[in-house]
């Protein structure tokens, strides 16, 4: 495994953010193994007694699991409490953005907000060469300069939870496993001995491991539970709700309410300010214009992609759809879908690529048309 710098590996530091997963753990090793000089360090988020599940990443024995992995390969490991940061910047934004009427993706701002800009800060402290972390994308050196692409496994990729990444961040960054499948990553944890080699992956957003994201917003913000009217397109009450955060965008079960048409209904808008959620037909779902605020460009002259066709993911599991990017300006990207696509929530990311290479991406806004 060659990271690219031309000075001897054991003189050559190398900071792992270590979360206790068996990705991360396999990339210590697997650097351990090449003869770097390997540092792990893992963040604590939060209170590890409050949160219990196995399926959240961070959760109360990942700290344990890092430490136990980074004691068996021989090197040094560090815990980084970032408790106070992480609720600022990540659970403080996730409760304000189901205020709005939007549906955030918290792992992107994490990794935006701690992830690569606390912890880079304390890698560089460290007089480390690189920070390197286990997700499943793939980062180039090209003659056009430092590219991120889609992660070999396309199960497994990542991509569109880092668009948000710098290329300041990406030139300091290596994702060691990204050429390699998640079996391939298994069976490098058993030859390596690693204990975690049979850990499930995390599924749950580590702060929210029962899946009740109203009840932590209620928490956060008392209060955020105000009642309100279901309403039809058309402005007509059907009923009532205890709180705009219980909802989203296509949703389509637990609304309560029927119109006389007898079609299923689904949650078309969400308005925060007079706190109405609006339900119609599958169809009212339908978008074709996608219209992306604060945009964060990986290639170096985005202006040139203006009117050029690419694909575009709109959720992490998404298969990228075909797109042509029709106006740019410094405050918003404007795609057109060659097919319309339904259920697509403000607060969402979409991410432009041009086939597995990453262009960029941004934030959905709530002013995309029909």
């Not at 040139?304 to 410094?330: D, G």
């Amino acid at each position: 495994m060659d990271l690219g710098f031309n000075k001897p590996r054991h003189d050559t530091r190398i900071v792992v953010a270590m979360s206790g997963g068996v990705d991360s753990s396999v990339t210590a090793a697997l650097l351990k193994e090449a003869g770097y000089d390997v540092v792990g360090m893992t963040m604590q988020l939060y209170d590890q007694g409050s949160v219990v599940s196995k399926k959240a990443c961070c959760a109360g024995l990942d700290i344990y699991d890092a430490k136990q992995v980074a004691d068996h390969i021989g090197i040094p490991h560090y815990v980084l409490n970032y408790e106070n940061r992480f609720k600022q910047s990540v659970i403080e934004d996730f409760a304000d953005t189901y205020l709005r009427g939007e549906t955030p993706i918290p792992c992107i701002t994490c990794n935006q907000t701690v992830k690569f800009k606390d912890m880079f800060g304390m890698a560089k402290d460290l007089g480390a060469d690189a920070l390197a972390t286990g997700h499943y994308v793939q980062r180039m050196a090209t003659a056009q300069g430092i590219q991120m692409h889609k992660g070999r496994d396309m199960a497994r990729d990542q991509s569109y939870f880092l668009f948000a990444t710098t290329t300041a961040q990406l030139d300091y960054l290596r994702f060691p496993v990204g050429h390699l499948t998640k079996d391939e990553t298994r069976q490098h944890a058993h030859r390596l001995g690693l204990q975690v080699a049979s850990k499930p992956d995390s599924q749950d957003i580590c702060f929210v491991p029962d899946g009740n994201y109203a009840k932590v917003v209620e928490r956060l913000r008392p209060g955020a539970l105000e009642p309100g009217n279901i309403i039809t397109q058309q402005g007509d009450i059907l009923g009532q709700h205890n709180g705009i955060i219980n909802f989203t965008i296509g949703q389509r079960r637990g609304l309560g309410v029927w119109d006389n048409t007898g079609e299923p209904l689904y949650v078309v808008a969400i308005d925060a300010t007079n706190h109405t959620v609006t339900v119609g037909p599958k169809s009212a779902l339908a978008r074709q214009s996608i219209h992306l605020r604060t945009m964060n460009w990986l290639t170096p002259q985005p202006e040139t992609l203006n009117n050029t066709q690419v694909t575009v993911k709109l959720r992490s599991s998404q298969t990228p759809l075909a797109a042509r990017i029709t106006s740019m300006t410094s405050d918003l990207t404007c795609i057109e879908l060659e097919e319309p696509i339904y259920g697509i929530s403000a607060g969402q990311a979409g991410v432009i690529y041009n086939d597995s290479q990453v262009l960029g991406g941004g934030w959905i806004t709530s002013n995309a048309s029909a």
